[in-house]
């Protein structure tokens, strides 16, 4: 089993060698899996389980004060699944699974995404508030009016901080691809990111997979997994993922990051963000 996990691309984050760490035994653990779905699974899981990532209990608040998850998933045979705007729920991640693998959807949201959660005994009603978290909250100073006091603080207070997790697994026969995220600080409530947008947060076929991270909308607008996919059709992983990001900073100004594995298990990455950490096994 091929892994290559990344934790988020972003601004340089604190406690580096501890991050690095968690993603080192997050792909470890992952290649012990029986197949990419649940290699791809376990390396997400691990991440979302450290509070020191942007996904699960590391994940930020939305402009009510909720913490809501999301999470995508998708194998090169097609199965797809993606789960957002989870209140309570840490492992995202497998609730996308449950959503591919047990429903003919390809998306759930909110509290029906939940209610499947739990009936697949995921956990639901985890306490995804942690002290740096209620700290930075407190300190913004959230309005408690209406929406037309808290749309104009939204437009300023939102996006910072845009990291996400991701992995890509492969066991040289079939390949997977999975992305989850906490979201972006001080985003509109209900506000749903790139990461459970096929094409966009991450992607699968059989040419490989990619699970990206950074800057939401514009990834979403660009199209940024499935075109660093597409480029797998003329060049290497790592030519790939560089040339995309390249692409895509020029096109839209923002900042994101991709992990790029092809059919053969030769893993890319790249970002234009200050920092990405990544893990690769073997």
Same mark, same amino acid.
């Given at each position: 089993m091929h892994v290559i996990a990344h934790g988020g691309a972003g601004s340089v984050p604190d406690e580096p060698a501890m991050r690095q760490r968690s993603l080192a035994?997050?792909?470890?653990?992952?290649?012990?899996?029986?197949?990419?779905?649940?290699?791809?699974?376990?390396?997400?899981?691990?991440?979302?389980?450290?509070?020191?990532?942007?996904? &699960?209990?590391?994940?930020? %608040?939305?402009? @009510?004060?909720?913490?809501?998850? @999301?999470?995508?998933?998708? %194998?090169?045979?097609?199965?797809?699944? $993606?789960?957002? &705007?989870?209140?309570?729920?840490?492992?995202?991640?497998?609730?996308?699974?449950?959503?591919?693998?047990?429903?003919?959807?390809?998306?759930?949201?909110?509290?029906? $995404?939940?209610?499947? %959660?739990?009936?697949? @005994?995921?956990?639901t009603d985890v306490d995804l508030w942690t002290d740096r978290t209620r700290e930075r909250w407190d300190a913004a100073d959230p309005p408690s009016g209406g929406l037309d006091e808290t749309l104009p603080w939204v437009r300023e207070q939102f996006g910072r901080g845009s990291d996400t997790v991701g992995a890509v697994a492969t066991d040289?026969?079939?390949?997977?691809?999975?992305?989850?995220?906490?979201?972006?600080?001080?985003?509109? %409530?209900?506000?749903? &990111?790139?990461?459970?947008?096929?094409?966009?947060?991450?992607?699968?076929? @059989?040419r490989g997979g990619a699970s990206a991270t950074g800057a939401g909308e514009a990834i979403a607008r660009f199209g940024l997994a499935r075109r660093a996919v597409d480029e797998l059709e003329r060049r290497s992983s790592h030519q790939a993922a560089e040339e995309v990001i390249e692409e895509f900073a020029d096109a839209t100004g923002e900042r994101a990051g991709l992990v790029v594995v092809d059919h053969d298990?030769?893993? &890319?990455?790249?970002?234009?963000?200050?920092?990405?950490?990544?893990?690769?096994?073997?």
């Open positions: 035994t997050a792909v470890e653990e992952a290649t012990r899996s029986d197949d990419p779905l649940e290699a791809a699974c376990t390396a997400v899981r691990a991440l979302e389980d450290d509070p020191r990532f942007n996904a &699960g209990v590391g994940s930020v %608040a939305q402009s @009510d004060g909720t913490i809501r998850t @999301d999470a995508g998933l998708m %194998a090169d045979d097609g199965t797809t699944g $993606a789960a957002c &705007g989870m209140a309570g729920v840490a492992n995202a991640v497998d609730v996308a699974s449950v959503v591919a693998t047990e429903t003919p959807h390809v998306v759930l949201a909110g509290e029906p $995404a939940v209610d499947l %959660a739990a009936a697949f @005994d995921v956990e040289g026969e079939s390949l997977v691809a999975a992305t989850s995220t906490g979201g972006r600080w001080f985003a509109l %409530a209900g506000r749903v &990111g790139d990461v459970p947008q096929i094409g966009a947060g991450f992607y699968a076929d @059989d298990g030769h893993a &890319g990455s790249a970002t234009n963000a200050a920092s990405m950490q990544t893990a690769e096994r073997p």
